[in-house]
């Protein structure tokens, strides 16, 4: 079945940097984008932006552009979000999600936590 | 600030329908290439409910249904069960190839 399985949870301190890995199994990786969103305690998601691993094409949200940077591997079917100088209101839940105009299905989530 | 406007609460009893709204700024909703719905329960990713507006993938309990008139998309819960108590959000995938989440509606079934 379609599926995508995330990396496990981090703890970065403030200013460093995160990588969540994103493994795709059940399709043909480079047919369809995957999306980064995000989730603090409580709150609603903020989508990051998107990569297309069949030519690498990014499109990120003005808030975190600069910051994010989202790369695909086709040879192992997983697609990566690093995000940078990370604050303390980084502090969610990240998950990666297949799809444009519609995203499914969605990764179990990776927590990460930035604490001093 | 979501771009997407949507009330924080609705609440029902067992078996009545429900409607929650989902509204863009002036013509932004128009103006969206696609409007989709996702239900979130508490610890768990979002899963699709309704894509393309109306559409409903397989699976999904023919209770969901979803519109749009003008700049204002719903989701309309026929019949609503305990097991539909979670939170709900739109997104829509913009003319711009960005994706934008409205703030999400808690559905508290009574």
Redesign the interface.
């Known amino acids: 079945q379609v599926q995508l399985v995330q990396s496990g949870p981090e703890v970065k301190r403030p200013g460093a940097s995160v990588k969540v890995s994103c493994k795709a199994s059940g399709y043909t990786f480079s047919d369809y984008y995957v999306?980064w969103?995000r989730q603090a305690p409580g709150q609603?998601?903020?989508?990051l932006g998107?990569i297309s691993p069949k030519n690498g094409n990014t499109?990120y949200?003005q808030n975190f552009q600069g910051r994010a940077a989202m790369t695909a591997d086709t040879s192992t079917t997983t697609a990566y979000m690093e995000l940078r100088s990370l604050m303390f209101d980084d502090t969610a839940l990240y998950?990666c999600?297949r799809g444009?105009?519609?995203?499914?299905?969605?990764?179990?989530?990776t927590l990460v936590t930035v604490s001093s | 600030q979501s771009v997407l406007t949507q009330p924080a609460s609705v609440s029902g009893s067992p078996g009545q329908s429900i409607t929650i709204s989902c509204t863009g700024a002036s013509s932004d909703v128009n103006s969206y290439k696609s409007i989709s719905w996702y239900q979130q329960h508490p610890g768990k990713a979002p899963k699709v409910i309704i894509f393309d507006v109306s559409d409903r993938p397989s699976g999904v309990s023919t209770r969901f249904s979803g519109s749009k008139s003008g700049n204002t998309a719903s989701l309309t819960i026929s019949g609503v069960q305990p097991e539909d108590e979670a939170t709900y959000y739109c997104i829509s995938y913009t003319s711009s190839s960005t994706v934008v989440f409205g703030g999400g509606t808690k559905l508290t079934v009574l």
């Open positions: 999306n969103v609603g998601p903020v989508w998107w499109k949200a998950f999600a444009l105009r519609w995203l499914d299905p969605w990764g179990q989530g």
